[in-house]
T-cell receptor, first 117, second 113 residues
Framework: DTGVSQDPRHKITKRGQNVTFRCDPISEHNRLYWYRQTLGQGPEFLTYFQNEAQLEKSRLLSDRFSAERPKGSFSTLEIQRTEQGDSAMYLC???????????????FGQGTRLTVV | AQSVTQLDSQVPVFEEAPVELRCNYSSSVSVYLFWYVQYPNQGLQLLLKYLSGSTLVKGINGFEAEFNKSQTSFHLRKPSVHISDTAEYFCAVRGGTASKLTFGTGTRLQVTL
């Protein structure tokens, strides 16, 4: 078990470009979450998958954002036509099925820091 | 819906002194409560969690927290801090059947000699 893995760790992009981030959850974790964290703030929920189904999306997730988890394993988060306001740390987390470990904590990756210039 | 308030944005403390980081929450349903630590440019690491049972919860690195339902609080404590405890600490809540976590804005713990 190598933990939640995110790639890339850092991304600098020009305004208007598209970017895609990848998250590999802990194996056997069927729940996967994306959060966004801006400077000086706590993480804010973006979206949640159970297996391949996207079950919840935050209002923060504008039309320029799309997330997928095609086979219920890894997930991608794409931002189209990036804006400077998209600059943030994007965190991925996973958690086990609710009938294991009492439906408890989420395990976080190290995040992808996006800078839009 | 749930919300979390961390009353102190920064807490300076000398090494080997005790510390308390405050957290209050709001929820209309029963909650699970968590404290996470974040080191610079890193993800979040779980310190401890309250699910049910004993209101005093012990976590890693000598931290503990006490759940107080009447005061809707979940304050984090450590009797003697170390320089290596310098980090950002986040309180989080998950309510009822919800899966997502709601975080506070964080408390920066700065430990100095």
């Amino acid at each position: 078990d190598t933990g939640v893995s995110q790639d890339p760790r850092h991304k600098i992009t020009k305004r208007g470009q598209n970017v895609t981030f990848r998250c590999d959850p802990i194996s056997e974790h069927n729940r996967l979450y994306w959060y966004r964290q801006t400077l000086g703030q706590g993480p804010e929920f973006l979206t949640y998958f159970q297996n391949e189904a996207q079950l919840e999306k935050s209002r923060l997730l504008s039309d320029r954002f799309s997330a997928e988890r095609p086979k219920g394993s890894f997930s991608t988060l794409e931002i189209q036509r990036t804006e400077q306001g998209d600059s943030a740390m994007y965190l991925c987390a996973s958690s086990p099925p609710p009938w294991r470990e009492g439906n408890t904590e989420a395990f976080f990756g190290q995040g992808t820091r996006l800078t839009v210039v | 819906a749930q919300s979390v308030t961390q009353l102190d944005s920064q807490v300076p403390v000398f090494e080997e002194a005790p510390v308390e980081l405050r957290c209050n929450y709001s929820s209309s349903v029963s909650v699970y409560l968590f404290w996470y630590v974040q080191y610079p440019n890193q993800g979040l690491q779980l310190l401890l969690k309250y699910l049910s049972g004993s209101t005093l919860v012990k976590g890693i690195n000598g931290f503990e927290a006490e759940f107080n339902k009447s005061q809707t609080s979940f304050h984090l404590r450590k009797p003697s801090v170390h320089i290596s405890d310098t980090a950002e600490y986040f309180c989080a809540v998950r309510g009822g059947t919800a899966s997502k976590l709601t975080f506070g804005t964080g408390t920066r713990l700065q430990v100095t000699l």
